[in-house]
Nanobody, 126 residues
Framework: EVQLVESGGGLVQTGGSLRLSCSAS????????VGWFRQAPGKEREGVSF????????VYADSVKGRFTISKDNAKSTAYLQMNSLKTGDTAVYYC???????????????????WGKGTQVTVSS
C-alpha cells in the first residue's frame, strides 16, 4: 500500500518559516515526481511546487517563487517544502502528491497526480 504522510505544519506569524515533510512508503520514491498542493477554505486546490525525476526539474507557482523551495531525498523517501517569508495568504491545508513523471515543465493539475497524502494545516497569522 502506498502512503504519503505530511508533517511540519503549524501556526506561524507573518514572515516566519516552516518546513513541510512528505514521507513516502510503498513505492520506489526515486521513480516519482513529487508535488505540493494547497487548499484554502472555499477555494480550489492549487499546485504550489513540483519536482521531476530528471535533473531535479522544479516548478513553482508565481505566488511562492523566491519564498518556497522544494527538495527530495530519495534515500529517505522524503520530500520537503521549505517555506520562508510566509504570508497570511499562504494559510491552507498543504498536500503532498506523487506521479510517475520524468520532467515537470509547468504546474500540474490535481487530476494528474497518482498518490496523495492527507494534508497538513499551515496557518499564518498577522
Amino acid at each position: 500500500e502506498v502512503q504519503l504522510v505530511e508533517s511540519g505544519g503549524g501556526l506561524v506569524q507573518t514572515g516566519g518559516s516552516l518546513r513541510l515533510s512528505c514521507s513516502a512508503s510503498g513505492l520506489s520514491f526515486e521513480d516519482y515526481a513529487v508535488g505540493w498542493f494547497r487548499q484554502a477554505p472555499g477555494k480550489e486546490r492549487e499546485g504550489v511546487s513540483f519536482m521531476g525525476i530528471v535533473n531535479d526539474s522544479t516548478v513553482y507557482a508565481d505566488s511562492v517563487k523566491g519564498r518556497f523551495t522544494i527538495s527530495k531525498d530519495n534515500a529517505k523517501s522524503t520530500a520537503y517544502l521549505q517555506m520562508n517569508s510566509l504570508k497570511t495568504g499562504d494559510t491552507a491545508v498543504y498536500y503532498c502528491a506523487a506521479v510517475r513523471l520524468n520532467r515537470v515543465w509547468a504546474l500540474l493539475s490535481p487530476g494528474t497526480m497518482r498518490y496523495w497524502g492527507k494534508g497538513t494545516q499551515v496557518t499564518v497569522s498577522s
